[in-house]
């Protein structure tokens, strides 16, 4: 009971966990397919619309065209023919009579009006024209040679009607004009019931004045279409043809196509509701969402039966996992398929198998290890009691070597003690005997310095006098140059006066002694330069002098100085030569004493050698005992250990049979 909860509850967490990964995947998915579906939808079905309501009203212009070209053709044809025969007024008459509702699209036929106000038509004809010059097709067809079209108006009748005029010539010299009236009726026929596309509309423009020519809403005929119109989508259309912008066009909610009419100025116009458009569109999106929803559940029920199939062998692997967790390994795993599930039961039924011989084995194993550990106990206890008297045994040995080893090891340190202070005397000797040495070459370096310096001092006092006989001959010098500075002031003085003199004769001369009294001015300016310099070389002099005397006096002083040091230095030169001879003398007593120190040392090393060698060998004695006191303490642990394992691998083997046998095999 407690095996089935468990395979069901791990089989349904398997296929949600599949299911909460599969099924948002496959909702985005579809969602995706079905919005990338209408948007592209919407797309291609706004440019079939656009591309239907252009060839809508490409083939309604058409219509138009065809059906006003083929009635051009007709008047064209009359107005060649009464130009042809060159007719009286009789026959005139006669030829407009036989066009008297000979088209269906004009049935008042053609009719004539003259630059003198006269109106000529068909005798059944029932236009009137007062002023038949001031009409608005006489106009039109002044400035035309042949049938043209004009724009829409209402006639006399009160019909909207289109005239082709133009101006005839049959022999006379009067100005003449024919036209014939063509209604609107049919074209508004044209208009109406020509759009191909369900639910769009069309409608006539006449660019000249805005005109609606044609309408479906009857009374918007005849009307001015205006940007102030109230409905939004005329208003637009007006502003689009008043700025020329006949390209197919989305207007408010609408697309709105135009289409020029060759041979007039008129523009179609045609406009379909996006409404209707997206209709189809949103019929279509609809479907898709529903297909969708439908798609969803269907791929969800298949992804639940395709993953309960595929996981179902889990469940049989999941059982013998449980039994193989409580230590049943009875149990035979069948391989089902030979997909990965197939193979993890493979490879489970090979590990039971192997488990199986596994834990044979370690019964069998188990039991050996008992017997072993048996004899292995009777034996360690056997060699314990032998170990504890060689132990007590190489105890007493270790006792009486010990004490031996402590006597020689005190000869040993005395001796060694004895040469040690031997060395260091000798060693110390040494060192003292090089410092004495190193001294006597220092004494002798500094007597050698002292003569040295007593030479430099006698030349340093040489050069001294030298020095102050040169400062005295430089302050004789600077006498001589203070008396030639003295001459060039009193020179640039009387230059001075000079200069002064000449400008005044240059002032008393007037014009002639204007250049002499720049000159003037400029000797005056370099006599006074020439004197300020005179002034500041003579203090410049007087500054020499007073360095120079200071020099002298400082250069005495420093002659009396040396002096006093040179008769020092004398002193010291025969001092140093005392210390010399003093080092020398106690140089040759130290070496005396190191001779008798090597003696002594070399006695105290041979005494200390034997004494060491006696102690090494006590100390090997004292520690092969040591080690064999050591060894017999270590085969008694040993010992012991070999008998408490041999206990605790009883045990042990004792355990592991008893955890084997829980096992079924």
């Given amino acids: 009971m407690s095996e089935k909860p468990l395979k069901i509850r791990r089989s349904g967490k398997i296929r949600n966990r599949l299911l909460i990964y599969i099924v948002p995947i496959v909702v985005i998915m ?19 619309a656009t591309s239907n309501l252009n060839s809508s009203i490409s083939n ?14 007709f008047f064209k044809t009359a107005k060649q023919g009464i130009e042809g025969l060159n007719p009286n007024e009789e026959q005139l008459q006669k030829i407009l009579d036989s066009y008297y509702d000979f088209n269906s699209n004009a049935p008042e036929g053609l009719h004539i009006a003259t630059s003198e106000g006269e109106f000529i ?35 006399a009748e009160g019909k909207n009607v289109v005239s082709a005029a133009a101006i005839i010539n049959y022999g006379d010299d009067s100005i003449k004009v024919i036209s014939a009236d063509v209604t609107l009726e049919k074209i508004s026929i044209i208009v109406n019931s020509g759009v191909k596309m369900e639910k769009a509309s069309s409608f006539l423009v006449d660019t000249n004045d805005n005109t609606i020519l044609a ?26 043809i008043n700025d020329g912008d006949y390209t197919t066009q989305d207007i408010g909610a609408y697309v709105v196509a135009f289409q020029e009419i060759k041979g007039t100025d008129w523009v179609l116009v045609s406009y379909i509701a996006e409404d209707v458009i997206m209709a189809s569109v949103q019929e279509l999106g609809n479907y898709l969402i529903i297909t969708g929803v439908v798609s969803v559940i269907v791929i969800i029920l298949l992804i639940i039966f395709v993953v309960s199939r595929v996981i179902a062998p889990l469940a049989g692997i999941t059982k013998s996992i449980h039994a193989m967790s409580e230590g049943d390994f009875t149990i035979n795993v069948q391989q089902e398929s030979n997909d990965e599930i ?8 090979e590990f039971v198998e192997s488990m199986r011989h596994m834990l044979s084995s370690i019964s069998e194993e188990s039991e050996k290890l008992k017997q072993e550990s048996e004899t292995s106990d009777s034996v360690s206890k056997d ?12 105890q007493q040995l270790n006792d009486t070597v010990d004490q031996l080893a402590v006597a020689v090891g005190d000869i040993a340190n005395n001796a060694t003690t004895l040469a040690t202070v031997v060395a260091d005397t000798r060693d110390n000797s040494q ?50 140059i203070t008396n030639i500075v003295s001459m060039i002031a009193e020179i640039a003085e009387e230059t001075n006066l000079l200069s002064l003199n000449a400008s005044i004769e240059a002032a008393r001369a007037g014009e002639a002694g204007k250049g002499f009294a720049v000159v003037a001015t400029q000797i005056g300016k370099l006599a006074q330069t020439s004197s ?15 360095l120079i005397d200071e020099a002298v006096g400082q250069a005495n002083a420093s002659a009396e100085s040396i002096e006093k040091n040179s008769e020092l230095i004398h002193v010291a030169v025969d001092t140093f030569d005392q210390i010399y001879e003093n080092i020398q003398a106690s140089n040759a007593c130290i070496e005396d004493m190191i001779r008798d120190v090597e003696k002594v040392d070399d006695v105290a090393t041979n005494v200390a050698a034997i004494s060491e060698e006696q102690a090494a060998s006590a100390d090997e004695i004292l520690a092969t005992s040591q080690n064999m006191v050591e060894q017999a303490k270590t085969i008694s642990r040993n010992s012991e250990d070999v008998a408490n394992n041999s206990h605790e691998l009883a045990n042990t083997s004792d355990t592991l049979t008893s955890h084997v046998q829980q096992f079924k095999i």
């Fill in 215 to 240: 309408h479906r809403d009857t009374s918007l005929v005849s009307t001015t279409l205006s940007t102030d119109n109230s409905n939004k989508l005329l208003s637009s259309i007006a502003k689009a």
């Fill in 383 to 394: 060699m314990f009691n032998a170990s504890q008297s060689q132990a007590e045994a190489m």
């Fill in 30 to 48: 579809i969602a995706a397919i079905v919005l990338i579906a209408t948007t592209l939808s919407k797309k291609r079905m706004t440019e079939l």
């Fill in 431 to 480: 060192k003292a005997d090089e410092a004495m040495k190193e001294t006597v070459k220092i004494s002798q370096k500094g007597r050698e310095d002292m003569e040295k310096l007593s030479h430099a001092m006698d030349g340093i006092q040489t050069a001294n006098s030298k020095l102050v006989d040169a400062i005295n001959e430089v302050g004789t010098a600077s006498e001589e």
């Fill in 342 to 349: 197939g193979v993890m039961s493979s490879k489970i039924a």
């Fill in 532 to 546: 300020e310099s005179a002034t500041n070389i003579s203090n410049l002099i007087e500054e020499v002098h007073r």
């Fill in 60 to 73: 309604q212009a058409n219509n138009i065209e065809s059906w006003l070209n083929e009635n051009l053709e």
């Fill in 121 to 155: 038509k068909p005798t059944k004809s029932e236009l009137e024209e007062a002023d038949p010059t001031s009409s608005t097709w006489y106009k039109q067809g002044l400035s035309r040679a042949n049938m043209q079209y004009g724009t829409a108006y209402k006639n």
